[in-house]
T-cell receptor
Framework: GAVVSQHPSWVICKSGTSVKIECRSL??????MFWYRQFPKQSLMLMAT?????????EQGVEKDKFLINHASLTLSTLTVTSAHPEDSSFYIC??????????FGPGTRLTVT | QKEVEQNSGPLSVPEGAIASLNCTYS??????FFWYRQYSGKSPELIMS????GDKEDGRFTAQLNKASQYVSLLIRDSQPSDSATYLC??????????FGTGTQLKVEL
């Protein structure tokens, strides 16, 4: 079946630094990928839609200058959390649609900002 | 009003019983519906998709859709302790975006 990978699986960084998270589709091409954030005991919140070869589309309330998204190839999207703060600590998950709108999720990246 | 609503639970069922999970949605024009299972600390895993009114069965899982009532459900037969997880209902909107419910926590007890 379709596989989506993420790297790293977890990261700890200091406040004020930037962190890059990679999302790869391993056995299919994805012109669109999605980035979600999930806080403890809460559901997934869509942050942005990553579009191959064009700008990402951000959801209302998501700072595009803080969460930089690049989708440079059909198999790779990256999310960079810039100037991270403790409140950015969360579980970040990417997904990619495969067939008939079914989305498959990567394993997620747990970010802790100290 | 939330776009996708689920009872947060926990829903406790004994091993071997049928677990029934429910979801309602607000957008009457929605056409595609999904159930994901999420274990604690893990990412969601797609278990069922349904697009037409009626039932769709896959192994121990049955998804039911009633567009007139804007209602989706998931039945899990012969529940096992390994089914204990949070089940997320998702509805596809424009641009392939998914809107998730808050999830129902299922506990299958021995």
């Amino acid at each position: 079946g379709a596989v989506v990978s993420q790297h790293p699986s977890w990261v700890i960084c200091k406040s004020g630094t930037s962190v890059k998270i990679e999302c790869r589709s391993l056995d299919f091409q994805a012109t669109t990928m999605f980035w979600y954030r999930q806080f403890p005991k809460q559901s997934l919140m869509l942050m942005a839609t990553s579009n191959e070869g064009s700008k990402a589309t951000y959801e209302q309330g998501v700072e595009k200058d803080k969460f930089l998204i690049n989708h440079a190839s059909l198999t790779l999207s990256t999310l960079t959390v810039t100037s991270a703060h403790p409140e950015d600590s969360s579980f970040y998950i990417c997904s990619a649609p495969v067939k008939l709108y079914e989305q498959y999720f990567g394993p997620g990246t747990r970010l802790t900002v100290t | 009003q939330k776009e996708v609503e689920q009872n947060s639970g926990p829903l406790s069922v004994p091993e071997g019983a049928i677990a029934s999970l429910n979801c309602t949605y607000s957008d009457r024009g929605s056409q595609s519906f999904f159930w994901y299972r999420q274990y604690s600390g893990k990412s969601p895993e797609l278990i069922m998709s349904i697009y037409s009114n009626g039932d769709k069965e896959d192994g121990r899982f049955t998804a039911q859709l009633n567009k007139a009532s804007q209602y989706v459900s998931l039945l899990i037969r012969d529940s096992q302790p390994s089914d204990s997880a949070t089940y997320l209902c998702a509805v596809k909107g424009g641009g392939n975006k998914l809107t998730f419910g808050t999830g129902t926590q299922l506990k299958v007890e021995l």
